[in-house]
Nanobody, 124 residues
Framework: QVQLVESGGGLVQAGGSLRLSCAAS????????MGWFRQAPGKEREFVAA????????YYADAVKGRFTISRDNAKTTVYLQMNSLKPEDTAVYYC?????????????????WGQGTQVTVSS
């Protein structure tokens, strides 16, 4: 049974940093891509970043490029999202997700597995 468990959310002031973690278990993820999505109240769930587990290629939404960094630890089967220079508009529930390696890492519906989400709140 695949499980994705996010942690690391919280309340931070604008300009601050947080690091989210996603612990993955239940299968081998070497042929998977891992993504982070976020959903603010009243808005659609949107793509934030993705990483291909095997070779580490990364992808970012324009809104976070240069501020957020996605990475993975193979030994711990954990994916991280380092978020710097946070803005109030980054406030959302952040979700970790997994999909078999393909070409649509920015597309929410391509992901097979999802975590429960972790709240990130950025105060102005």
């Amino acid at each position: 049974q695949v499980q994705l468990v996010e942690s690391g959310g919280g309340l931070v002031q604008a300009g601050g940093s947080l690091r989210l973690s996603c612990a993955a278990s239940g299968r081998t993820f070497s042929n998977y891509a891992m993504g982070w999505f976020r959903q603010a109240p009243g808005k659609e769930r949107e793509f934030v970043a993705a990483i291909v587990w095997s070779h580490g290629s990364t992808y970012y939404a324009d809104a976070v490029k240069g501020r957020f960094t996605i990475s993975r630890d193979n030994a711990k089967t954990t994916v991280y999202l380092q978020m710097n220079s946070l803005k109030p508009e980054d406030t959302a529930v952040y979700y970790c997700a997994a999909q078999p390696v393909g070409s649509s890492y920015r597309v929410r519906d391509e992901y097979d597995y999802w975590g429960q989400g972790t709240q990130v709140t950025v105060s102005s």
